[in-house]
């Protein structure tokens, strides 16, 4: 197929924290050194901020060294965190308060904002655009560009106008190529294209799987009494049993809204767990309902987010590109952050690309295609790293022993030690491995939904704003049509129906008996079936450009 095509130095897919700090600091760089740089994001949302959900609780660090003067400039971090409540939810209607010393140090957030990221992302597109960078919202990167020597040399968007079975409508527009001396890919976690080229490269040799947890989030509009502007509470515990690891948070931020949410390792081994109705029996508990009660909720959304740390990194750079943020992994858990960390690797990536492209011993054309070996060093004597290095043990060791001897372990580790003791768990199991077979294990009765703390996915969906072109390719691919019903139904009764947070998937009763539906117009590009089918027969894909949730402030 003929393409358009447009060339530029390096081209950043995806407008998430890691993506526009990426682009940010390439053109502080060109200033200063009064070069010339051609920079474009390309967004598969309908605008910046539109796919971008958090809980979020933000540490500046990386924003003050890549805009020291981000107040004057009016970043939108203006609830400063006040306080830090820490439960142990030992049932449905008990709680116990732990002391700040019995918690690991990385969980305190002295010095941190609540803040919602989308807007941060929205501002963050703002400076990008003032320093000179493209940005392309509604374009999904489809496909790798890889030049004839194998190098990455840039990204196809996604083609417009084609019916279900793949036909060109009258409104066809093909994608076009956008190509790159450098590109980078912050895609967020479990990026579909950073999946292919960690496979063709093998970026994971010699690392532990990836591991993964769906996060829920709702915004809430709450009464002025029950408010406490920057208040920040994490629960562990209820209503996860021993077997499911995972926590609860709720954050006060400005204006009598509050952030509340439940996070679910997709690890879990039930196949009758449904996570979404875990965290509509989160809010019914007493220290979470007390707040909310006689407040509306005004948005809800779910994403996936990457929790292996730093045993689970790949090798983040590959001939022509690099993988940042989420798409990598770089969340610290430890923290229950990883906006900050995902900032800083971008900005190390566009220290190392700049780098080479300001170089003066190679000609123009001689100076993309090339494994950034410069980032890898960059990172291994940063702050990212020692951050990442110094918590590798919490999340295997909360695997490992479990919520509670697992915790008193990260707690005296940094707490004491700083993270350093002389002891390195891995945790080499697989996430979609977990789940035992329907018949092992007892199946879940979850309460039906009392539409004023709790409700059910579909009015759910509706407040994500979530919309797709109706007529167009499924993006959720099945590599064998038969292995629903043949391998997930009767091993596992099919457990899509409850680890989707959308209710895409469906187990229909016909005339002519099951069938396996698939409402991908229901789809909030969470990536947890590609990432929890036990089958691995799933796999995401980008839809149509604008396609997907319009989060408005989360």
Not at 109 to 129: H, K, P, T
Not at 134 to 157: H, K, L, M, R
Not at 272 to 281: A, G, K, T, Y
Not at 450 to 474: A, M, W, Y
Request: with cysteine; charged share 20%.
């Amino acid at each position: 197929m003929e393409r358009e095509s447009m060339e530029f130095d390096v081209v950043i897919v995806g407008a998430g924290p890691s993506g526009l700090s990426t682009a940010c600091r390439l053109m502080q760089l060109a200033q200063e050194k009064e070069q010339e740089l051609m920079v474009c994001v390309v967004e598969k949302g309908s605008e910046v901020g539109a796919h971008i959900l958090s809980g979020a609780v933000f540490e500046p660090r990386a924003l003050n060294e890549l805009f020291p003067e981000w107040q004057e400039k009016g970043a939108p971090l203006n609830t400063k965190v006040t306080g830090d409540d820490i439960y142990l939810l030992n049932g449905q209607e008990s709680a116990i308060k732990l002391p700040s010393f019995g918690v690991p140090k990385t969980m305190h957030n002295d010095g941190n904002y609540i803040a919602s990221m989308g807007n941060m992302c929205r501002w963050l597109a703002e400076q990008a655009e003032q320093l000179g960078v493209e940005i392309f919202p509604g374009f999904p990167a489809q496909e790798v560009i890889y030049n004839e020597d194998g190098s990455v040399g840039g990204i196809i968007t996604g083609d417009m106008g084609l019916d279900a079975e793949g036909n060109q409508k009258p409104s066809f527009e093909p994608g076009m190529e956008l190509k790159a001396k450098y590109t980078v890919f912050a895609e967020g976690c479990r990026g579909h294209l950073g999946k292919e080229l960690i496979a063709k490269f093998n970026l994971d040799s010699g690392k532990s799987p990836q591991h993964y947890g769906i996060g829920f989030k709702e915004i809430w509009d709450i009464a002025p009494e029950n408010h406490q502007e920057g208040l920040v509470v994490h629960t562990a515990g209820w209503p996860l049993d021993k077997d499911t690891n995972g926590g609860g948070y709720l954050y006060h931020a400005e204006n009598n809204q509050v952030f509340v949410g439940l996070i679910v390792d997709l690890n879990y081994s039930n196949p009758h767990l449904s996570p979404f109705d875990e965290f509509q029996r989160y809010k019914h508990h007493p220290k979470i309902a007390q707040y909310l009660e006689g407040g509306k909720r005004v948005s809800y959304g779910a994403r996936a987010m990457a929790k292996g740390g730093f045993n689970s990194l790949p090798k983040m750079t590959m001939p022509g590109a690099v993988l940042v943020g989420c798409d990598a992994g770089t969340i610290n858990f430890a923290k229950i952050k990883g906006n900050h960390t995902a900032m800083k690797s971008g900005m190390l990536a566009a220290e190392s690309i700049f780098e080479v492209l300001s170089s003066s011993e190679e000609s123009k054309e001689e100076k993309g295609g090339k494994d950034l070996t410069s980032f890898t060093e960059a990172y291994q004597s940063s702050w990212l790293y020692e951050e990442l290095y110094n918590t590798r043990n919490f999340g295997p060791a909360m695997h490992k022993f479990g919520t509670i001897i697992g915790g008193a372990y990260n707690t005296i580790d940094q707490n004491f030690f700083g993270g350093k003791l002389p002891f390195n768990f891995k945790d080499d199991s697989v996430d979609h491995d977990q789940l035992k077979l329907a018949s092992e294990v007892a199946k879940i009765s979850y309460p039906k939904p009392d539409n004023v703390l709790s409700f059910d996915k579909l009015s759910s969906v509706f407040l994500s704003n979530t919309n797709h072109e109706e007529e167009q390719p499924c993006h959720l691919k099945l590599a064998d049509a038969s292995i629903p019903l043949k391998v997930n139904m009767s091993k596992y009764g099919e457990p899509a129906q409850l680890y989707c947070p959308a209710g895409v998937y469906e187990v229909e009763q016909t005339e002519d008996g099951e069938k396996f539906v698939i409402n991908s117009q229901n789809c909030i590009h969470c990536k947890t079936c590609d990432i929890k089918d036990p089958s691995q027969n799933i796999t995401w894909v980008t839809p149509e450009g604008t396609g997907g949730p319009n989060y408005p402030n989360m």
